[in-house]
């Protein structure tokens, strides 16, 4: 196949990097999103998330002619759906994925789409979504056929490639790392590949649309359920009053065990969601994904309870205090090191659980951006220099380099696993 133009949908975290990856190949690449201060960044040559190395590269595609964002879809080659895939609000335990911007962008996309057209959704999403996403495709357009119709002489290729990189490192992880590629038949497949092929360096493995769906959230679930060995770790260490993370450095001596580092919680539109697309489709199954899913999303509440104690504590060594006088500092909201990414985030649900039940001042302090969230303006953003000074307690919840240097020596520290230790 020939792909002159590649339009991604969808310009985040995901769909940014890899439409100016392709652009990068000399590729004309058409971004498209719903959010129009987006569209206009990125057509200044600019970008709005953070991300090594993608400013330069963006700039450059712009700057010679290979990308421009735009908010509606126009025709092209290939179309790559990277639009969120969250949950639907509907107050139930195991929650129901909502696949309403993949249904949004695939019914935007249908009018352009012509004969010989590739559709990849890489949306991390809940097995069948990519033949979910077909039947839409194929209720918009009765004049083109697909592969649930035709199989493989179809008009249009449709497959899943879900993206398998590290915020923080997308830029090299898009081009070194193997990606799964699945087509709904195999030409599908091979024409994916094909497209896949313009920018990576890994190997494109070739399976079927719902295995490689099941792929990605079993990565997500396998390290979902040893984040929360380590977390139920912690609260058991604190309890029999043993320091974790040294028992954790002397287990992990046996050359055959690598426990991973407990923290608040687990965050990102990865790990902390995936494991819930498995739990939802077989719920009387997936056993042990659930419960570790419950152990991680409980783990804020227990830092929350230990932050409340140690207001007791510190009111009960100043007695001339109130609450309204102890001054709290968050360090970190972002939901993993080093990066802006606020989605899913234990340290933002932490610092605004903090701000609502405490009747003194909180800060935060995240050196990754540059305002808070609009659910967090009663807390105000300091520089660590300005918290380490102005706060009683300090609750460390992700451990940015930017804090790797910072002395803690005031009265109360918590630190991201929940202990509490009196300096």
């Not at 990856?21 to 719903?34: L, N, P, Q, T």
């Not at 099941?214 to 912690?234: G, H, P, W, Y």
Request: some cysteine.
């Amino acid at each position: 196949m020939s792909f002159n133009t590649i339009s991604v949908v969808g310009l985040g975290y995901i769909g940014l990097p890899t439409a100016a990856m392709f652009a990068s190949r000399k590729k004309k690449v058409i971004g498209v999103d719903v959010n129009k201060h987006a569209v206009e960044t990125i057509n200044r040559g600019e970008i709005h998330i953070v991300e090594p190395e993608l400013d330069m590269i963006v700039h450059a595609a712009v700057t010679e002619g290979y990308l421009k964002a735009t908010t509606s879809p126009e025709p092209a080659d290939a179309f790559l759906i990277a639009v969120p895939t969250p949950f639907k609000n509907n107050g139930s335990e195991v929650p129901e994925p909502d696949l309403a911007y993949i249904e949004a962008a695939s019914k935007a996309i249908a009018p352009v789409l012509k004969k010989g057209d590739l559709v990849i959704l890489e949306s991390t999403s809940p097995v069948g979504a990519t033949e979910q996403m077909a039947e839409w495709l194929a209720a918009a357009r009765s004049d083109l056929t697909f592969p649930q119709q035709e199989g493989e002489n179809s008009d249009i290729r449709v497959a899943h490639c879900p993206e398998r990189v590290l915020p923080g490192h997308v830029v090299r992880e898009l081009v070194e790392n193997d990606r799964v590629i699945g087509g709904m038949t195999n030409k599908c497949s091979e024409a994916a590949i094909e497209l896949y092929k313009i920018f990576v360096a890994g190997e494109c493995v070739k399976t079927n649309a719902r295995t490689a769906e099941m792929a990605k959230l079993t990565e997500n679930s396998c390290r979902d359920v040893q984040i929360a060995f380590a977390n139920e770790l912690s609260v058991i260490c604190d309890k029999l009053d043993i320091d974790v993370w040294e028992l954790i450095s002397l287990a992990n001596r046996h050359p055959r065990i690598n426990i991973l580092q407990p923290g608040p919680g687990v965050g990102g539109h990865c790990i902390a969601v995936d494991p819930w697309f498995i739990v939802s489709k077989t719920p009387e199954e997936a056993n042990i994904i659930h419960c570790a899913r419950k152990v991680n999303d409980n783990k804020p509440e227990w830092v929350i309870n230990k932050v409340k104690q140690a207001i007791a504590d510190f009111l009960q060594q100043n007695p001339s205090k109130t609450i309204s006088d102890v001054k709290i500092a968050c360090y970190g909201l972002a939901f993993k090191p080093d990066i802006d990414d606020l989605r899913e985030s234990p340290a933002l649900r932490i610092t605004k659980s903090i701000s609502e039940f405490h009747g003194g001042p909180v800060f935060a302090v995240e050196p990754n951006i540059q305002s808070l969230p609009n659910n967090l303006q009663n807390i105000e953003l300091l520089n660590k220099t300005d918290a380490l000074e102005f706060a009683d307690i300090h609750v460390l919840l992700v451990r940015h380099s930017a804090f790797k240097d910072v002395e803690f020596d005031k009265d109360f520290l918590i630190d991201s696993a929940g202990f509490q230790y009196h300096l």
